[in-house]
């Protein structure tokens, strides 16, 4: 079973920057969604970005364009870069990875955009 560890949320003012990293337990294939997904209070979760090997990135439509998703499969890692953010970008942040029709999910971290 995947094992998925989060690192990197934290406050930041609203314009600010911040960058998120996800550790696997083990390797995941290149050709296997790794990701972002989040959730605010009250509502569903919602993909935040993914990527997987032969495929353009993928974003939701809030975050194209601030976000950018990069991945390095010898380190078992997924980053999310996340610029201009805003306060509606408040949320917990959770890492996926999507193998063989199974998702796995890490604890999450939780970001907070405030001035």
């Known amino acids: 079973q995947v094992q998925l560890a989060e690192s990197g949320g934290g406050f930041v003012q609203p314009g600010g920057s911040l960058r998120l990293s996800c550790v696997a337990s083990?390797?995941?294939?290149?050709?296997?969604?790794m990701g972002w997904y989040r959730q605010a209070p009250g509502q569903e979760r919602q993909l935040v970005a993914r990527?997987?090997?032969?495929?353009?990135?993928e974003y939701g439509d809030s975050v194209q364009g601030r976000f950018t998703v990069s991945r390095d499969n010898a380190k078992k890692t997924v980053h999310l870069q996340m610029n201009s953010l805003r306060p509606d970008d408040t949320a917990v942040y959770y890492c996926?990875?999507?193998?063989?029709?199974?998702?796995?999910w890490g604890k999450g971290t939780l970001v907070t955009v405030s001035s």
């Open positions: 996926n990875v999507r193998e063989y029709g199974v998702n796995y």
């Open positions: 083990e390797t995941i294939l290149s050709s296997t969604f």
């Open positions: 990527i997987r090997s032969g495929r353009d990135p």
